[in-house]
């Protein structure tokens, strides 16, 4: 595998803290400690990168390839970026403490701007056999798929190449609007992207 | 204006901290030092929101109206968002820093799987007159507006009632196809939503 340079480290902690963030959430609201403890998982990994990017950038700068000033702002671009992974496993924290969570605790997670859903695809589903790239599912409902469940195999953070199978279970987030959208789309009331 | 509940409180938190981490990463971006200070203002109203939800919470606990489990569910939850609002009062620093920030580094966060745009509407342009509501642009395009500039008036997370006009500046983000869509509407290419 090549070696990643520290920008891409950077926005690779960047997209998988927000990820894990949105994993948090929807793990509390769809009781999911699976999902909680990929959180988990994914910090882990979040502080390896952090270290390697500390690293990295302290040896670029020492042999003179990266100013002081560019060094400064990948670190605090990555220190926020840690911190915010932080957060998202205070977040997971919630639901792997086993204590049952109140309802309108739940509601008002959801009752967000942004919502959670998790719908199971059908076999008569438009979405079937087709990757998310085809699909653009993103642009077309609105709802960025976080994580999906197919047989016994989860995947977090699916990208365009990722296929939709009949019976996979898709957590998504997005406006309310497009939540109906993509529900109409998995359950195959609709055939309209 | 009635008095908000812890849940609310929570709520409020939620959005407005992945708001700020929006805005912050627009404003690098965009080198708009005018959002990365708005993002300042965000967390000293997220830390006094943050306050009173601590407050009300033993309050409660404290009349029997609240249990030991819930209120330590809302504080984690709030202290979360707390947490994410600081980070992005660190990106929103990187800005404010008053050093040209390197192309490499500007890049490699466009480059996420979520795009942050920028565009002015033009007067031929069919979102003109349209709220953010009629317009569902969030559920049809996948893009999300996360703050606006309409003449010298700056709105930071537009709601459904949100009125769009010929010359404001949208700043959204979302996924790389739906980016495309909002700009040809917003420069009148395209009427079709």
Redesign the interface.
Known sequence: MKKKNA??M??EI??KS?LM?DLA?SSILYDNKTIAKEVYELENFIDALYHNLQKDTLEEVKKGKL?V??A???M??A???E??A???Q??A??EL?D????P??K???R????VFTKVQVESKSILCGKTLGQL?L?????M?VIAMRHKDRWLY?P?KKTRINSGDILFAK?????EK?LINLATGKTNEI
């Open positions: 920008e891409e950077v926005l960047k997209d927000e963030v959430y100013s000033d560019d400064l702002t990948l605090k671009l220190q926020a970026g911190q915010i932080d957060a998202a205070e977040i924290d919630v403490r204590v049952e969570l109140h309108i605790i509601m008002s997670i009752e967000s701007d942004v653009k993103a642009s077309e409902t609105g960025l953070g990208n997005g406006p309310e609007d497009g959208h």
